[in-house]
Nanobody
């Protein structure tokens, strides 16, 4: 499987960040996979943000839940992350990952990551 993140590298504060993960070599509806967004702020560890399962169930980190939405386009085999009201603290490298468990940040199959900077 291959995962590729795409989206803007620079976002202004208060705007909405939208990232897309394009998956090849596997279907995002294939049991038992969980399609996950993880980020890493500069100088910090990996942070699990949220995920959508093969069946469309979603879970979000409680600290981000009010600002985060994950959806999917099964026709295009893509899943997307939307993060509203961004601040400079949302700066970091964002990864899309195929997992078999919820809430983890190790294992799985990872995209290469995309740098997102929040700055005016």
């Amino acid at each position: 499987v291959q995962l590729q993140e795409s989206g803007p590298g620079l976002v202004k504060p208060s705007q909405t960040l939208a990232l897309t993960c394009t998956v090849s070599g596997d279907s995002i509806t294939a049991n038992p996979y969980i399609w996950t967004w993880i980020r890493q702020p500069p100088g910090k560890g990996l942070e699990w943000m949220g995920a959508i399962s093969y069946s469309g169930t979603t879970y979000y980190d409680p600290s981000l839940k009010s600002r985060t939405s994950i959806s999917r386009n099964t026709s295009n085999n893509q899943f997307t992350l939307q993060l509203t009201s961004v601040t400079p603290e949302d700066t970091g490298v964002y990864y899309c990952v195929r997992m078999v468990t919820w809430f983890g940040t190790s294992g799985g199959s990872w995209g290469q990551g995309t740098q997102v900077t929040v700055s005016s």
